[in-house]
């Protein structure tokens, strides 16, 4: 039987500096089956730079708050 894939939705605004923690997290899950999606909510700092070395999906969008991060993640 294959699992649901999950989707990990991290909504970002300048968390250059604290984003890894947040992805390092999720990794530290037992469960594999997933996928981390990064919307990147009109960020001014290196937050792309950062996310470079990890596997996720970062979709980008001009500052328009989480929750519209969230429904754009989705």
């Known amino acids: 039987m294959t699992q649901p894939l999950v989707s990990i939705i991290i909504p ?12 390092d997290s999720v990794n530290q899950q037992t469960f594999k ?4 999606v990064v919307i ?6 290196n937050l792309g730079e950062v996310l470079a070395p990890y596997q996720v ?4 969008q001009s500052n328009m708050g989480a ?4 429904n754009n993640g989705s």
């Open 33 to 36: 089956h997933r996928e981390i």
């Open 40 to 45: 990147d909510d009109g960020s001014t700092d």
């Open 67 to 70: 929750a519209a991060a969230r």
């Open 12 to 23: 970002a605004y300048n968390s250059a500096s604290t984003i890894a923690r947040a992805i």
């Open 57 to 60: 999906r970062l979709v980008t």
